[in-house]
Each structure stands twice: as structure tokens, then as C-alpha cells.
């Protein structure tokens, strides 16, 4: 498809129709007073002056960026001639020059709209009213998605400092999550209720309990060696008895070839829990150590 050419020159005349020479051209970002830049030449690097001055034909070299201007022409003496506003240009040679609200009305199995870039350029491009927006939404040409950045290096960049948005913003007020950090992460509050606790999955309702830290409970108790002795107190005895035989009296094959059995004349059953004395029950095999690994994680809830 062919298009006419635009103009290679913007030129202004007088009311007589003479070239404006001298004339001033002063360019502002759309409906404000605040100025803002034109170019030399389309590589945008050289900033006219602002008010642009015309030169012995009316002429002056006028490249818009991407933004949305307004445009304030006056005579060499300052007299005002015209103001227009919401002037914008095409950013590509044959790119059509959209301004206001725009509405993509489609009822078909296709997309309502396609990208086809088959350059180095972005495929798409948001940015505010700097120009050019180092910080923009943008759609590079190989699909890669930049949130804050021009020029994203994965699938998708958000620069920083991020946020969790999608559905990780819906998440209810309150709800409480895991984190294996020390600080809870922005827009969540860290709880401090339950500390040096072990954590336990249930199928009923959830709930907390214990006495015992987690620290204490999986202290080490490590047997030196391969043998060790722990002596009891009397109060760590479980009730017992013991069987006490009479004279004449043993168990099993005893002195002067008698044999009795438990409960046979002359024997009693004491009712003792203990002798008051420590002793010691002697353990064998590999050493003890309860000293569990673990990683510390703190809870936070959903401001």
C-alpha cells in the first residue's frame, strides 16, 4: 500500500501569505503550559530550542517524539497567531495517528488484534508522558514481557522493587502463610504468638498445644561411647515389688539342694517403690543424639 508523503519541512506563512521568518513555535505537553521537546532529526538524540525559531523561508526541521503535544505559533514580535492542541505524530512511516479513547470492537475465533513485528523494535510499548519512558510496560520483539523496564532479559521482568499482584492480591485479609525469612514481606505482618514450636498436620480443625520448646525437646542426648549409665531417682521409679524368700527358702536350685518357688512358706512380697537410693541401668548400642536439623520459619498474615 502506498501513502502520500508527509511533509519533509513544516513551514508557516503570515496572514499575507509570506513566510513567517522569525516566526517562534512554542511546544508544550498537551492541554498544560509545561514545555516539551522536539527534535532535530528522527534519531531524537538533539532537542530543538523551545521556542523553535523559523528560519529566511518560515521553515524548521520539527520531528515529534511519541508524545502528545500542543503547539503555539507566534510572529517574530511575540504577537500570537494560532494554539493548537493534541498534536501528535506517527512513531513508524506508514503508522496511523491515534489520539483519545480507542475502542477494538470484534465478534470473531481470531485475535482482536495482532502484533507482527518482524524488526529489532518492541512489538508494544506503554510508556507515560516522558519520552522516551525508560520505564514503561513493554512487549519486546521476542515475546519477552518488561514491567518497569525497557529492555527485559526473561519471559518476564518486573523491576524493582516488585510486588505480588494477580492472585496473590486476593488473598484474604488475615490469612496466615510460612515464610523462611526473618521479616514478613511487604503488605503481611509477622506474628509472634508461637515461638520455638515444632509444627504438626491434622485433618480436623487446627489448633496449638505442647509444653515442651522445640529446642528443649530435641536437645542432644548423646551416650559417650558405646555403653552408658544414667542414674534414676527414686522419683523416676515406676511402682514396683520385689519377692523376698525365707530361710530355707530359693528360686530355682539354691543352698543345700532345696528348691522352692515364689509364694512358698517363709516368702514375702514387699510393697516398696523404691529404696530412696539411686542406681543404674546399664545401655548398649549406637549413642543417642536428638539434636534434629531445622530450618526456622516464621508465620505472617495478609495485612
Given at each position: 500500500?502506498?501513502?502520500?508523503?508527509?511533509?519533509?519541512?513544516t513551514?508557516?506563512?503570515?496572514?499575507?501569505?509570506?513566510?513567517?521568518?522569525?516566526?517562534?513555535?512554542?511546544?508544550?505537553?498537551?492541554?498544560?503550559?509545561?514545555?516539551?521537546?522536539t527534535?532535530?532529526?528522527?534519531?531524537?538524540?538533539?532537542?530543538?530550542?523551545?521556542?523553535?525559531?523559523?528560519?529566511?523561508?518560515?521553515?524548521?526541521?520539527?520531528?515529534?517524539?511519541?508524545?502528545?503535544?500542543?503547539?503555539?505559533?507566534?510572529?517574530?514580535?511575540?504577537?500570537?497567531?494560532?494554539?493548537?492542541?493534541?498534536?501528535?505524530?506517527?512513531?513508524?512511516?506508514?503508522?496511523?495517528?491515534?489520539?483519545?479513547?480507542?475502542?477494538?470492537?470484534?465478534?470473531?475465533?481470531?485475535p482482536?488484534?495482532?502484533?507482527?513485528?518482524?524488526?529489532t523494535?518492541?512489538?508494544?510499548?506503554?510508556?507515560?508522558?516522558?519520552?522516551?519512558?525508560?520505564?514503561?510496560?513493554?512487549?519486546?520483539?521476542?515475546?519477552?514481557?518488561?514491567?518497569?523496564?525497557?529492555?527485559?532479559?526473561?519471559?518476564?521482568?518486573?523491576?524493582?522493587?516488585?510486588?505480588?499482584?494477580?492472585?496473590?492480591?486476593?488473598?484474604?485479609?488475615?490469612?496466615?502463610?510460612?515464610?523462611?525469612?526473618?521479616?514478613?514481606?511487604?503488605?503481611?505482618?509477622?506474628?509472634?504468638?508461637?515461638?520455638?514450636?515444632?509444627?504438626?498436620?491434622?485433618?480436623?480443625?487446627?489448633?496449638?498445644?505442647?509444653?515442651v520448646?522445640?529446642?528443649?525437646?530435641?536437645?542432644?542426648?548423646a551416650?559417650?561411647?558405646?555403653?552408658?549409665?544414667?542414674?534414676l531417682?527414686?522419683?523416676?521409679?515406676?511402682?514396683?515389688?520385689?519377692?523376698?524368700?525365707?530361710?530355707?527358702?530359693?528360686?530355682?536350685?539354691?543352698?543345700?539342694?532345696?528348691?522352692?518357688?515364689?509364694?512358698?512358706?517363709?516368702?514375702?512380697?514387699?510393697?516398696?517403690e523404691?529404696?530412696?537410693?539411686?542406681h543404674?541401668?546399664t545401655?548398649?548400642?549406637?549413642?543417642?543424639?536428638?539434636?534434629?536439623?531445622?530450618?526456622?520459619?516464621?508465620?505472617?498474615?495478609?495485612?
Amino acid at each position: 500500500m502506498a501513502v502520500l508523503t508527509p511533509s519533509p519541512k513544516t513551514a508557516f506563512v503570515d496572514a499575507a501569505g509570506e513566510p513567517l521568518v522569525g516566526g517562534q513555535l512554542y511546544t508544550y505537553i498537551a492541554g498544560t503550559t509545561t514545555l516539551q521537546a522536539t527534535y532535530t532529526d528522527a534519531t531524537a538524540t538533539t532537542a530543538n530550542t523551545n521556542p523553535i525559531i523559523l528560519d529566511s523561508r518560515g521553515e524548521a526541521n520539527v520531528w515529534l517524539g511519541g508524545a502528545i503535544y500542543k503547539f503555539v505559533l507566534k510572529d517574530a514580535d511575540g504577537a500570537l497567531i494560532w494554539t493548537v492542541d493534541y498534536i501528535s505524530a506517527p512513531t513508524a512511516a506508514v503508522s496511523p495517528v491515534l489520539s483519545g479513547n480507542v475502542t477494538i470492537d470484534s465478534n470473531t475465533s481470531s485475535p482482536a488484534l495482532t502484533i507482527t513485528q518482524t524488526g529489532t523494535g518492541a512489538a508494544l510499548k506503554v510508556q507515560d508522558s516522558a519520552d522516551p519512558d525508560v520505564t514503561p510496560f513493554i512487549i519486546d520483539a521476542t515475546g519477552q514481557v518488561g514491567i518497569g523496564t525497557a529492555t527485559p532479559v526473561s519471559a518476564l521482568e518486573i523491576a524493582s522493587p516488585g510486588v505480588f499482584t494477580g492472585a496473590w492480591a486476593y488473598l484474604p485479609t488475615g490469612t496466615a502463610m510460612l515464610f523462611a525469612q526473618t521479616a514478613a514481606p511487604t503488605g503481611w505482618t509477622k506474628s509472634t504468638t508461637h515461638d520455638n514450636k515444632a509444627l504438626r498436620v491434622v485433618s480436623g480443625a487446627a489448633s496449638s498445644g505442647g509444653s515442651v520448646a522445640f529446642t528443649t525437646a530435641f536437645a542432644s542426648q548423646a551416650v559417650a561411647g558405646t555403653v552408658g549409665n544414667t542414674a534414676l531417682t527414686l522419683a523416676q521409679m515406676p511402682a514396683h515389688t520385689h519377692t523376698v524368700y525365707g530361710a530355707g527358702a530359693a528360686s530355682g536350685s539354691g543352698a543345700s539342694g532345696l528348691t522352692s518357688s515364689p509364694g512358698a512358706g517363709g516368702n514375702q512380697i514387699s510393697s516398696s517403690e523404691g529404696s530412696g537410693a539411686t542406681h543404674t541401668h546399664t545401655f548398649t548400642g549406637t549413642a543417642i543424639n536428638l539434636a534434629v536439623s531445622y530450618v526456622d520459619v516464621i508465620i505472617a498474615t495478609k495485612d
